[in-house]
């Protein structure tokens, strides 16, 4: 029987943290990272031939929003690291890129033909969890280096590939969506207890429903599902469902649409004055590329980043890693990073550091294998914060975060209240290794049994 | 007169047969003369192959335009991806059976609702019943997975006695003993509709497809004609998505949607439909098309589509259908 401890100690023991310091960050002077000014000096004989990525995200449809910007965050970490010569300093990386929005049967016959036919050395990138456990396995039977940017799902490494031995995971783990929005709106909104859900009907929309409900249940005590709604993936029109959720009075939406959807959901929401009637709280508000938000959005929402990053955050110079990722990508795109982009970037630049070490050990140019161990454990300092790959799933992990959406006059569209970021550490939220698996996921299983319910 | 017509014939049977053997003997040398991923696609397209025979039975044969032979495609896929989930079985002769079979009875239930029905609304009434299957699909996840759809492993062949080896390459297994699995059924297929289309029950289906009340006054039983036609199209095209499983890996209900019944419409147009081998044609210059447009660029939608367009447009017989007249003519100039 699980203890039962108040909801304030039950946070200060996740080690949930707000935060505070507020800074423009157009005003700030980024100094030079330290790292461009030392040269790597790779050891051995390294070929100059270029060295194959392919990129496979959105290019197209609803989700595209949500997809350029990682295959942007793609481009300009290899535009850095070419800058340098390349990887080594001599393998310039050359990018073949393909549009996810083709379906998933087609994609994996991309990936079979990026393998094949383009001879890609590494497969990065996907967005949609319906994709990743597809592809996954093809990746595998292609010993193809894999570094998945997204496609978050727990069932990859749970069920589609328990044993990895190619395909790696960089972004946050996809059952923290539905924990930080849980933790968000039980700090924000203690006393709801109606909650309405509308979610995209494939498994990251299960995942955030599941997960949302075990977390609540646990910090709220008794919450009540009063609607459920499960529009299709690529939906843009929801009227019917914007209706229903009214309908039901809750005191809450949780919902996890993401993209275009998204932006079509909260745009017919506000007709019906959905926002004034329950307090919302979302998995993915800041996922796509921030101008997509217009300032009609209403602030004091949960505007989730998938648990992963928002450009704003760390603030100013407090972590260097994300003052200079900003500056740069801004000089280059135009507009802010997402976490799609910041993924993406960091993707590379963990196999950037992963040939290094693996070179300085066996010299010249490392095979796969080398390359893959030096993966494994890996912990780099992204603009993200610490980014860590655990070696027995292949799954990266950093400190979880979300906030709550503000109209600042700095910016064109909205963005986080940085006096109200909730950070909270990965393994506060997520089963550790070697927990036994469950239903529906290993860390639902994990919540249910150790976490306490709070009175 | 009657001589050299008779013996112009029998020549062009003798080079229609030579340049068949010609073509089997290069499908069977593909693994060792082009590179894993040709295999690959070449797979994928004598499977598609065999949906567009089965569906141009319909079309081509019997005059019926169907926009849901997607549910026989994903009939023939789900049911092998049952099989495994909850039988745990991988023989691909019992997938084959199963698959064949459960496409068979879905095909004779949509024909129960269908057959008294023709052009636009036989059309409409196959897509709407196309689209129950595939929301059952896509909203009982806790069966059919959903959207993530279930995975398929690699599955033994002959009775257990070809099998993907411990610690094998699951690339050889499939562009090898797996191609000659597919290449065995696409050829024991086009046999078979050939000898169908060619029967005087095909020739009953002609008629009908002519003039259907002048085939009534003859004694064509017009419905139970087209009902079995549908049974005979919709096993063919189920038995091309259970082959088409193990190569894909998983299932999922994209195969269930609409957009693959147009697919498979695609491939016949491509092809022409008048012809017995345009959809075998137009089935794989698709694959290749699409695979390709997706490759090589994100407007591959309009790739595709300006494609429709200016087929429809300039080849209103597809490919065997506008090729084979202009080989045809200057082979009797020759």
């Not at chain 1, 993924?343 to 290094?356: C, F, I, N, P, S």
């Not at chain 2, 029950?201 to 004609?225: H, P, S």
């Not at chain 2, 300039?314 to 065997?320: D, Y």
Request: net charge positive.
């Amino acid at each position: 029987m699980p203890e039962e401890v108040s909801r304030r100690d039950f946070l200060n023991r996740l080690g949930v943290t707000i935060g505070a310091a507020a800074a423009s960050a157009g005003s700030l002077v980024v100094p030079t990272p330290a790292e461009a000014q030392q040269s790597f000096q790779a050891k051995g004989k390294v070929p100059t031939t270029p060295y194959k990525t392919g990129h496979m995200t959105f290019f197209t449809g609803p989700a595209a929003v949500l997809g350029e910007p990682s295959y942007k965050g793609h481009i300009l970490a290899a535009e850095e690291i070419n800058a340098q010569g390349g990887l080594l300093g001599k393998r310039k990386i050359e990018t073949v890129k393909a549009d996810e929005a083709a379906g998933t049967d087609a994609n994996v016959k991309e990936l079979r033909r990026m393998k094949l036919s383009e001879k890609i050395d590494c497969f990065t990138g996907v967005i949609s969890s319906g994709n990743t456990p597809a592809l996954g396995p093809v990746a595998e039977e292609l010993k193809t280096l894999t570094l998945f940017t997204d496609g978050c799902t727990d069932f990859l490494f749970e069920k589609a590939v328990p044993n990895p031995h190619y395909v790696f995971r960089v972004t946050n783990i996809q059952s923290a969506d539905g924990v930080m929005a849980a933790i968000a709106a039980s700090m924000a909104w203690p006393k709801v207890t109606k909650i309405a859900h509308i979610h995209p009907d494939y498994s990251y929309g299960r995942n955030a429903f599941d997960h949302f409900n075990i977390a609540m249940k646990k910090l709220s005590g008794n919450i009540q599902v009063v609607s459920e709604a499960w529009p299709k993936l690529g939906t843009t029109e929801f009227t019917a469902h914007i209706t229903k959720t009214i309908s039901a009075k809750p005191d809450l939406l949780f919902t996890s649409v993401w993209g275009g959807d998204y932006i079509a959901l909260y745009k017919q929401a506000l007709r019906y004055d959905l926002f004034k009637k329950m307090k919302v709280a979302t998995t993915l508000a800041f996922g796509v590329v921030p101008q997509a938000i217009g300032k009609d959005h209403p602030a004091g929402v949960v505007a989730g980043v998938h648990a992963n990053y928002h450009f704003l955050y760390p603030a100013g110079n407090r972590w260097l890693p994300n003052a200079q990722f900003v500056k740069k990508y801004y000089d280059r795109w135009k507009e802010y990073p997402t976490f799609e982009s910041e993924g993406a970037y960091t993707a590379l630049h963990m196999l950037r550091v992963a040939v290094e070490k693996a070179n300085q050990l066996v010299g010249g140019w490392p095979d796969d294998q080398a390359i893959i161990a030096m993966l494994e454990g890996l912990m780099y300092a992204a603009p993200a914060g610490y980014t860590y790959i655990r070696p027995d799933n292949h799954q990266g992990y950093k400190d979880a975060l979300t906030g709550f959406l503000v109209n600042s006059p700095d910016y064109a569209f909205p963005v986080w209240d940085l006096k109200r970021v909730i950070t909270v550490p990965i393994r506060s939220i997520t089963a550790p290794p070697g927990y036994p698996k469950g239903e529906p996921t290993t860390t639902y299983k994990w919540i249910e049994e150790t976490w306490p319910k709070s009175a | 007169m009657s001589q050299a017509l008779l013996a112009s014939g029998r020549l062009l049977a003798g080079w229609r047969l030579a340049v068949g053997i010609a073509i089997a003997l290069f499908l069977v040398l593909v693994p060792r003369l082009l590179p894993p991923f040709q295999t690959l696609q070449l797979s994928y397209g004598l499977i598609f192959a065999i949906a567009a025979l089965g569906f141009n039975l319909l079309l081509g044969y019997t005059g019926l335009l169907s926009f849901g032979h997607s549910a026989f495609f994903g009939v023939g896929a789900y049911t092998a991806a049952l099989l495994v989930k909850y039988m745990g079985l991988s023989s691909m002769e019992a997938f084959v059976l199963a698959g064949a079979l459960a496409s068979a009875v879905t095909a004779a239930l949509f024909g129960a609702v269908c057959v008294r029905y023709t052009r636009i609304f036989f059309s409409i009434l196959m897509l709407a019943l196309s689209q129950v299957i595939w929301s059952l699909a896509f909203k009982l996840f806790w069966v059919t997975g959903g959207t993530d759809g279930l995975r398929v492993p690699t599955p033994t062949l002959l009775g257990g006695s070809v099998a993907l080896g411990a610690g094998e390459d699951k690339l050889v297994f499939l562009t090898h003993r797996y191609y000659y699995y597919v290449l065995a059924l696409f050829l024991v297929c086009v046999g078979a509709m050939w000898v169908i289309v060619n029967s005087p029950f095909g020739k009953a289906l002609q008629a009908i497809r002519d003039n259907e009340t002048r085939a009534e006054f003859v004694g064509v039983q017009v419905r139970k004609y087209r009902w079995i036609a549908l049974v005979v199209s919709g096993t063919f095209t189920g038995l091309a998505g259970t082959l088409w499983v193990p190569l894909n890996g998983l299932t999922t209900p994209d195969i269930l949607y609409w957009p693959f019944s147009g697919k498979i419409v695609f491939f016949v147009v491509l092809g022409g439909f008048r012809t017995f081998l345009g959809p075998v044609l137009g089935a794989v210059v698709f694959n290749y098309l699409e695979t390709y447009a997706i490759g090589f660029t994100v407007y591959w939608q309009m790739v595709l589509g300006v494609v429709l367009v200016l087929l429809v447009l300039t080849m209103p017989a597809g490919l065997v259908g506008t090729l084979a007249p202009l080989f045809a003519r200057r082979r009797r100039i020759a």
